[in-house]
């Protein structure tokens, strides 16, 4: 594992969920004002759960990364 | 003592605090010019973690995440996701910014343009694109500050007098302590910004709706569309903004000299893991906003809207908390911006037309620069509130064309300053054309995007049909020797 696996893990998935994933989240029924998760609309709750999972995913690239630092 | 008076209190004291900080960090201290622009690149995670969240995180974050929640809904979740897409593109780039730095000493931007490229004449175009698109964003920081000190003292202190107070102060510190005074005064604004967004904002809803759950089912009732992005905020929108905003991120001048300040690969890089944690105060910001939407207020500006929410449910005087938190907000984005104008007119500007000038001149210059800006801004936001609007508009798409060469130009060895200088100009042109003269955002995509791609496309095709520039090697084998 090296910088590649860095670079996958702290910028391609976090890139990915918001730039391509995150728009097929984009639906809510306002008649019945569902689905809510957590009180959000299913985009806010996956832009809001990517904002704590990404720097878990940054502390993953970190970690690769530091092995290689002197 | 009556509420205005108590809120009145909480604002003058909160300034003082930050004065006494701010000029205190550096009162004593004889700087050099890394000293008063970089601290000596001495800043480790805490101090360096809380410079750049107070930097980024403006007096629009609060006004303008609120209002935007107010008024349109959920085409404001772009926000929340830029700003960690930027993150985690800066966890990357910012190495190379930092290395470079270190290895050559840059306290600029335009210093790394210079080098890379090895052009005066791109460095000062780099310069000048910096403090073209700054100086409108300062002076919006400016009118920002005035306004929310106007509102939270319920008019005991006027916009104007906001404003020139709110000048003055930074100036004083910016001026005595230089960037060591910024990150001493924004380890306490970045703290009073999250801690007010989370312990009275976040509770809005709840106390008003009962919980998140029913502010959403009535917003659903009163605002059907803040809950879906459609229409010219559709998804394309969204995606567009998004990209452009997370790439434009770093092609702020004003972000570099942070970076540059770092003690260390690893304060830097940490600093970067856990950014986006602080981005998440932006959620209370938006229930805010959206409280006051679904309770069916209608307010005459939408900039209204956080202070609106605070006083559907909270006493007035909290209101003086809130301004606190704002001055914070504002003062801490503006007073980086100053130092780090003042460092392109010194280094970049003065600094290379008068190549023997000494450190300390520099340091001078460095201060006057200070001042000039400072005022400046402060006499616009006075007396041309919406002159620069058009600079305002073009802001972030115009500071984004900078990103071929500073960052694709560390990967392909054919890009020189031919290149780049041709591709930036593009850009400028395009998004001008699409904004003023055009359709604005073709086909839903945001102008600024059209801009950063006409510009790649020039700034390949002529590197295309040049040889390999000769700085490319030198510079990257440079940053490599680099120990971390």
């Known amino acids: 594992m090296g910088k590649g696996m860095a670079v996958f893990l702290g910028f391609v998935i976090p890139w990915v969920m918001y730039v391509v994933v995150s728009p097929f989240f984009n639906y809510f029924d306002v008649k019945t004002a569902s689905p809510l998760i957590l009180g959000m609309p299913p985009l806010m709750f996956w832009d809001t759960l990517w904002i704590i999972l990404t720097p878990l995913f940054l502390l993953l690239a970190y970690n690769i990364e530091k092995r290689g630092w002197k | 003592m009556s509420y205005s008076t108590i809120s009145l209190t909480i604002i003058f004291s909160w300034i003082v605090l930050t004065l006494l900080i701010g000029v205190l960090a550096g009162i004593k201290k004889k700087f050099s010019l890394d000293g008063y622009l970089v601290s000596n690149r001495s800043m480790g995670f805490i101090f360096l973690y809380v410079l750049l969240a107070g930097e980024i995180y403006s007096a629009y974050a609060f006004l303008g995440v609120a209002g935007w929640a107010y008024s349109y809904g959920l085409p404001i979740m772009y926000a929340f996701g830029y700003g960690t897409l930027a993150y985690a593109f800066g966890y990357f780039f910012a190495e190379y910014i930092w290395r470079a730095g270190k290895k050559f000493s840059f306290v600029t931007q335009a210093d790394y343009f210079r080098k890379r490229y090895n052009s005066k004449g791109l460095a000062v175009l780099v310069a000048l694109i910096g403090i073209v698109f700054n100086v409108p964003y300062l002076q919006l920081q400016l009118q920002g500050l005035g306004y929310i000190l106007h509102a939270t003292s319920f008019g005991s202190i006027s916009v104007n007098t906001g404003i020139v107070v709110g000048m003055l102060i930074m100036l004083a510190y910016v001026y005595t302590s230089g960037l060591r005074g910024i990150a001493w005064t924004n380890l306490m604004q970045s703290i009073m910004m999250f801690v007010i967004a989370w312990v009275i904002l976040f509770s809005i809803p709840f106390i008003k709706f009962g919980g998140i759950s029913e502010m959403m089912k009535h917003l659903a009732q009163v605002k059907p569309h803040h809950l879906i992005l459609s229409g010219k905020m559709g998804v394309s929108w969204y995606i567009s903004t998004m990209v452009l905003s997370g790439l434009g991120f770093f092609m702020y001048p004003q972000m570099w000299p942070s970076i540059y300040s770092s003690n260390s690969l690893r304060a830097l890089k940490k600093t970067y893991v856990f950014l986006p944690l602080f981005s998440i105060f932006l959620l209370p910001i938006f229930l805010a906003g959206a409280s006051v939407a679904a309770a069916g207020i209608h307010l005459g500006r939408a900039d209204e809207a956080v202070l609106t929410a605070v006083t559907m449910v909270y006493p007035k005087w909290v209101l003086g908390i809130v301004g606190a938190a704002g001055f914070a907000a504002a003062a801490s984005t503006a007073s980086a911006i100053i130092l780090t104008l003042a460092g392109l007119l010194s280094k970049n500007l003065y600094g290379m037309f008068k190549e023997n000038a000494s450190d300390k001149e520099l340091v001078l210059v460095s201060r006057i620069s200070v ?71 073709l086909l839903g995509i945001h102008f600024g995007l059209w801009g950063l791609l006409v510009n790649v496309i020039i700034t390949f095709a002529i590197s295309a049909v040049s040889k390999e520039d000769e700085n490319f090697r030198p510079f990257k084998k440079a940053l490599q020797s680099v120990e971390v």
Do not use: D, E, H, W
């Open chain 2, 371 to 441: 001042l000039i800006f400072g005022l400046a801004a402060m006499f616009l936001a006075l007396f041309a509130g919406g002159r620069l609007v058009a600079l305002l508009l073009l802001a972030y798409s115009g500071i984004t064309q900078m990103f071929p060469g500073a960052f694709m130009g560390l990967f392909f060895k054919r890009f020189n300053k031919v290149a780049v200088t041709s591709g930036l100009i593009a850009g400028l042109i395009t998004i001008t054309y699409l904004k003023f003269f055009g359709p604005g955002n």
